[in-house]
């Protein structure tokens, strides 16, 4: 059974940069496309972007191109997302998801890390 | 850029079916998974590959796909099933795309 452990809430300045951890267990991670996907208060998921270990591939949703950095620590099997140049609209629950049957569906998820920039 | 439209809200009573659409131009090439999202907790997957369900997830949700929609069906709708339902797609330019969202009231 997959499981995905994420990092604490963050608050953050505009401008700033977080960086977001996921701690997977259960399953190798090499075999695992990890993604990120947001959630702002009260609206829809939104994909954010994916990284297959595979080939080392990273692939964005075109509004957060050049903003996003998605890395893999296979150390401490922990994935890790970095968004920089904060603004009040990247204010989100940020999600790790990721599945057993390719780079989608999403079987699993992670609790949810809450990024909240504010001035 | 390449959309997926879902009804904002659904209503039904307790015991009969609630049906949820998801509508998209380049639905007939893809495959469709659904999400629940209660408030407060992370998606739960309730369908995959328009129809298949993930173990552990009760007989009454099914989903299906004809044309450009896809559909998930709830049979015997139960107060515990009012949630949030997302569809997602996979798509080879977009990548991951997720519909707006249907809210789900059971009353």
């Known amino acids: 059974q997959v499981q995905l452990l994420q990092s604490g809430a963050e608050v953050k300045k505009p401008g700033a940069s977080v960086k977001v951890s996921c701690m997977i267990s259960?399953?190798?991670?090499?075999?695992?496309?990890m993604h990120w996907v947001r959630q702002a208060p009260g609206k829809g998921l939104e994909w954010v972007g994916g990284?297959?270990?595979?080939?080392?591939?990273?692939i964005f949703a075109q509004k957060f191109e050049g903003r996003v950095t998605m890395t893999d620590d296979t150390s401490t099997d922990t994935a890790h997302l970095e968004l920089s140049s904060l603004r009040s609209e990247d204010s989100a629950v940020y999600y790790c998801?990721?599945?057993?049957?390719?780079?989608?569906?999403?079987?699993?998820w992670g609790q949810g890390t809450l990024v909240t920039v504010s001035s | 850029s390449y959309d997926l439209t879902q009804p904002p809200s659904v209503s039904v009573s307790p015991g009969q079916t609630a049906t949820i659409s998801c509508s998209g131009e380049?639905?007939?090439?893809?495959?469709i998974s659904w999400y629940q999202q209660r408030p407060g907790q992370s998606p739960v997957l309730v369908i995959y590959?328009?129809?298949k369900r993930p173990s552990g997830i009760p007989e009454r949700f099914s989903g299906s796909s004809s044309g450009n929609t896809a559909t998930l069906t709830i049979s015997g709708t139960q107060p515990v099933d009012e949630a949030d339902y997302y569809c997602?797609?996979?798509?080879?330019?977009?990548?991951?795309?997720f519909g707006g969202g249907t809210k789900l009231t059971v009353l």
């Open positions: 590959q328009d129809s």
């Open positions: 259960g399953h190798s991670p090499v075999d695992l496309f």
């Open positions: 380049k639905l007939g090439d893809e495959y």
């Open positions: 997602q797609a996979w798509d080879t330019t977009t990548f991951v795309i």
């Open positions: 990284f297959d270990p595979e080939n080392g591939e990273a």
């Open positions: 998801a990721t599945g057993l049957m390719g780079a989608t569906p999403f079987d699993y």
